[in-house]
């Protein structure tokens, strides 16, 4: 489990810990295709789990065989899958597709509106406002949420929305990581204010000057 998921509840309310499987949640790039990708940032499995195995070996082979050559091989010899649009990044998810198999794994839609990581961003993912669903974070409760999943580019906006705005208290990230932020949106108000008065003073002062200028001339 990456440390950006924020959990609300115990992993055991997606985690069925008898589960021969391996369980985790299902990548968002490329729902509907024919193979199915897991995410590599929360998963669980038993021990020498031979998907895992599977898994690393795979991988394994890919760190030999170099990230580019992996990427042009992989686009030659498999069908085209959204994953391989973003390699080498997503080399991890390119190398599970290889080695996919439906009955030994179980994965939750990421958007499940109970257990999917992403689940807060749903409305946004497709169109591409996700600080805005950020900013939701900050503001709602979503307590029915198990975790959120803060990829690097929400991140990024959770650290500006910091800076910027308050957060309720009533929100999942006061609920959750207990941030408070109040004397940061102060400090800022502040500084903004300080920064208005002297631009307002700056003008002033030259308008000013302009205009005992012309009256000298016309003197």
């Not at 998810?93 to 499940?112: S, T």
Request: proline share 5%.
């Amino acid at each position: 489990m990456d440390a950006s998921m924020v959990l609300n509840k115990p992993v055991t309310e997606w985690l069925d810990l008898s589960d021969h499987r391996v369980v985790g949640f299902q990548c968002p790039i490329g729902i509907g295709e024919s193979s199915p990708v897991l995410e590599n940032w929360t998963f669980a499995a038993k021990a020498n789990h031979p998907l895992i195995n599977n898994w690393k070996a795979e991988c394994r082979k890919t760190i030999n065989m170099g990230y580019k050559a992996f990427k042009e091989h992989t686009l030659k010899t498999m069908p085209h899958h959204p994953v391989y649009d973003q390699l080498p990044y997503l080399t991890m998810h390119a190398a599970y597709i290889k080695v996919h198999d439906p009955l030994q794994v179980h994965m939750i839609h990421c958007f499940d509106p109970q257990h999917g990581p992403f689940a807060f961003t749903q409305e946004e993912w497709k169109s591409g406002h996700r600080w805005y669903a950020v900013y939701k974070l900050f503001r709602r409760p979503f307590e029915n949420m198990s975790s959120v999943k803060l990829t690097g580019e929400t991140r990024f906006y959770a650290e500006r929305y910091l800076k910027l705005f308050p957060v309720s208290k009533h929100s999942y990230m006061h609920r959750t990581l207990k941030y408070e932020n109040l004397m940061c949106v102060i400090m800022n108000v502040i500084i903004i204010i300080i920064t208005v008065l002297f631009a307002y003073a700056f003008i002033r002062s030259m308008f000013s000057a302009k205009k005992r200028q012309i009256s000298s001339r016309v003197l």
